[in-house]
């Protein structure tokens, strides 16, 4: 084990993954787990693990990782209830801190943490700047789909809680191109979320940002679908669905609560009668790979996008399956060099300034 | 069959149903469908049903209803596409306002309609009324839930776009007196949905309405449980969820998007192999009552609260099981004096004019 960066090892630092082992609400025996994971499918990926030595070293240990990892020492840890505008003050000794800081100083070309979203964000922010004419960064999620490809994209998932018409142009376009990585789309389908399809329902903003996002589609190399519903997250309208982060915050956790729901149910009911007890047993490997499919935690890693570099948030409760699908996530994401491709996407098919829409006022909308 | 109102036959008029037949998305054969199987476990229920009578009296001859059901005649149907502000100007001749206003007219208590949401609340605000302190009347609607009343209520699921503090509080205030008469909860759980349960996250609007309703807890008669979020609308935090009708709206139609993507994919499963198609037929039994616990369909009724009078909304897309659920829910709010009810408890738990909040102006927010 060393606290020297992986550059000394020759290995190209685009490829490194900077994961901050803190902060989650399981605490770092569940990241290390979630590594070792992942490390299981994709042994020698370099990796800088953030955190406490005390308390990280006997983990790596423990998982035969000593020699895999590079520990970087950080004292202190970004806690769920920190408050962001106070983490960007007094957070420098943290390991979020510690994690981004590998990526800015290009030891490193993706961040993982399970942190507090809004302290990530912030820093991430702070340190590795936005995009060229990005406004709001948003944090894409994926959802178990109807769609060939079994998955959608969404965003925001609750970076910002607001998006006006220019932030819902630059999630359509940063969705896409995620999608075209991710699932190696090369005309991704663009839904705009509301309460009805309908040209006439919705909120003034997402009229606006209806007329925008369908004259930037050829651009931005994207299909526009128009208006989707709820019902359309897991569906096969589209393959990428643009909405504000407080909407799309509550749309993820009640999918997820509802698929947990429906899985705590269906053990119940076949736990019920022996001939449902024996009726599992011989549908068990069915149920099995339906699990799988449907799992929550498979699809755990959220990205933020609109940043210079790619930062993945996994979720705070994450175990450890949830932690190696963040990770896995982060791998291909810097595998596939998607920040360069994403900010080249940006810089061609973003209106210049002097086209931008002025901001809406209430009352002036047609 | 007759055309007179059921008054001629003594019958308490509050307790009387009006059905608008027509608007749906399949036509009026599912609406009369629906209202038998309903009259099968309710025979003798007073029905006034309004539409075309060319097309209902077949229909309803054909379930035996001709003696069982006021027909009452109306020319036009309001379709999905007619925007609300032209129905209520032109709308006299439809199935949609003759149902309105035969509530109106007292010689029914409760309106059922499969129709277009926005004209059906456009309309029942014009001839009904908001009841006393109600700037904008909700739609609630039940989910699945762990709750051990198995539904959890939740409002607004779609009537209007915005909701402000005071209008979350009211949303409070009707969804506890609600929950009360369906659940027979003497102190409903309120819970107000957010992106996060620690009070610094959210919209400005948001926080005010989490002191509002706090401080409003004992004369609404509800506990406040505070913030909640997406996965707690099939939870067990709390019995009513409240929130503004476009998160609303997309939280519902997300939560069945999911368990229809759920259902459908453990049906494919089941049927894949010899083995899991042999244990699909042993645990039949349980997987029909899981199906039947979460099936959108039974809890599809929506309740517009903050009227004069109860109006209950169906799903444009509800096939038999669904308009008969929605005609129980009518059935069993008539039955309890529900309209009455509500009407006390906002007049006891609602600030007077002058105690209220002033309009909340953008970065006035502590």
Redesign the interface.
């Given at each position: 084990m060393t606290d020297a960066g992986p550059t000394s090892t020759g290995v190209e630092t685009s490829r490194v993954l900077s994961i901050d082992a803190m902060g989650g609400d399981n605490g770092p025996a569940t990241v290390v787990a979630g590594l070792a994971r992942f490390l299981k499918k994709k042994p020698g990926t370099p990796v800088i693990l953030h955190g406490r030595s005390s308390e990280l070293a006997p983990l790596l240990a423990r998982h035969g990782l000593t020699d895999a990892v590079t520990l970087r020492d950080a004292a202190d840890v970004v806690t769920?209830?920190d408050?962001p505008s106070h983490v960007v003050r007094h957070g420098k000794t943290t390991s979020m801190w510690s994690a981004i800081e590998a990526v800015r100083d290009n030891e490193a070309g993706v961040v993982v943490s399970c942190g507090n979203t809004?302290a990530l964000m912030a820093m991430s922010m702070l340190r590795l700047r936005k995009l060229e004419g990005v406004n709001r960064p948003a944090i894409a999620c994926l959802w178990?789909?109807?769609n060939r490809q079994g998955f959608n994209v969404m965003l925001d998932a609750?970076a910002d809680?607001?998006a006006d018409q220019d932030d819902l142009l630059i999630h359509a376009l940063m969705g896409a191109s995620y999608a075209r990585t991710a699932f190696d789309l090369a005309q991704p389908r663009v839904g705009l979320?509301n309460?009805g399809t309908?040209e006439?329902?919705?909120?003034a903003e997402l009229k606006v940002a209806h007329e925008l996002i369908g004259t930037s589609a050829d651009k931005g190399g994207f299909v526009y679908v128009g208006f989707v519903?709820?019902?359309?997250?897991?569906?096969d309208a589209c393959d990428v669905i643009v909405?504000d982060?407080?909407?799309g915050?509550?749309?993820?956790?009640?999918?997820?609560?509802?698929?947990?729901?429906?899985a705590?149910?269906?053990r119940d009911?076949?736990r019920?009668?022996p001939?449902?007890m024996?009726?599992?047993?011989?549908?068990?490997?069915?149920?099995r790979?339906?699990k799988k499919?449907?799992d929550p935690r498979r699809v755990n890693g959220g990205v933020f996008l609109g940043l210079t570099r790619t930062v993945i948030k996994s979720h705070g409760s994450a175990d450890e399956t949830g932690v190696a699908a963040a990770i896995m996530l982060a791998h291909r994401l810097v595998d596939q060099g998607f920040s360069d491709k994403l900010a080249a996407r940006l810089a061609t098919a973003l209106p210049h300034d002097a086209d931008r829409t002025p901001p809406l006022t209430d009352g002036a909308q047609p």
């Amino acid at each position: 084990m060393t606290d020297a960066g992986p550059t000394s090892t020759g290995v190209e630092t685009s490829r490194v993954l900077s994961i901050d082992a803190m902060g989650g609400d399981n605490g770092p025996a569940t990241v290390v787990a979630g590594l070792a994971r992942f490390l299981k499918k994709k042994p020698g990926t370099p990796v800088i693990l953030h955190g406490r030595s005390s308390e990280l070293a006997p983990l790596l240990a423990r998982h035969g990782l000593t020699d895999a990892v590079t520990l970087r020492d950080a004292a202190d840890v970004v806690t769920m209830h920190d408050k962001p505008s106070h983490v960007v003050r007094h957070g420098k000794t943290t390991s979020m801190w510690s994690a981004i800081e590998a990526v800015r100083d290009n030891e490193a070309g993706v961040v993982v943490s399970c942190g507090n979203t809004g302290a990530l964000m912030a820093m991430s922010m702070l340190r590795l700047r936005k995009l060229e004419g990005v406004n709001r960064p948003a944090i894409a999620c994926l959802w178990p789909s109807r769609n060939r490809q079994g998955f959608n994209v969404m965003l925001d998932a609750g970076a910002d809680i607001r998006a006006d018409q220019d932030d819902l142009l630059i999630h359509a376009l940063m969705g896409a191109s995620y999608a075209r990585t991710a699932f190696d789309l090369a005309q991704p389908r663009v839904g705009l979320l509301n309460v009805g399809t309908e040209e006439h329902k919705g909120r003034a903003e997402l009229k606006v940002a209806h007329e925008l996002i369908g004259t930037s589609a050829d651009k931005g190399g994207f299909v526009y679908v128009g208006f989707v519903e709820g019902g359309d997250l897991p569906g096969d309208a589209c393959d990428v669905i643009v909405t504000d982060g407080f909407t799309g915050n509550v749309a993820l956790k009640t999918g997820e609560g509802i698929a947990n729901l429906i899985a705590d149910l269906l053990r119940d009911a076949l736990r019920r009668t022996p001939l449902s007890m024996i009726g599992a047993l011989l549908a068990s490997g069915a149920l099995r790979a339906l699990k799988k499919r449907i799992d929550p935690r498979r699809v755990n890693g959220g990205v933020f996008l609109g940043l210079t570099r790619t930062v993945i948030k996994s979720h705070g409760s994450a175990d450890e399956t949830g932690v190696a699908a963040a990770i896995m996530l982060a791998h291909r994401l810097v595998d596939q060099g998607f920040s360069d491709k994403l900010a080249a996407r940006l810089a061609t098919a973003l209106p210049h300034d002097a086209d931008r829409t002025p901001p809406l006022t209430d009352g002036a909308q047609p």
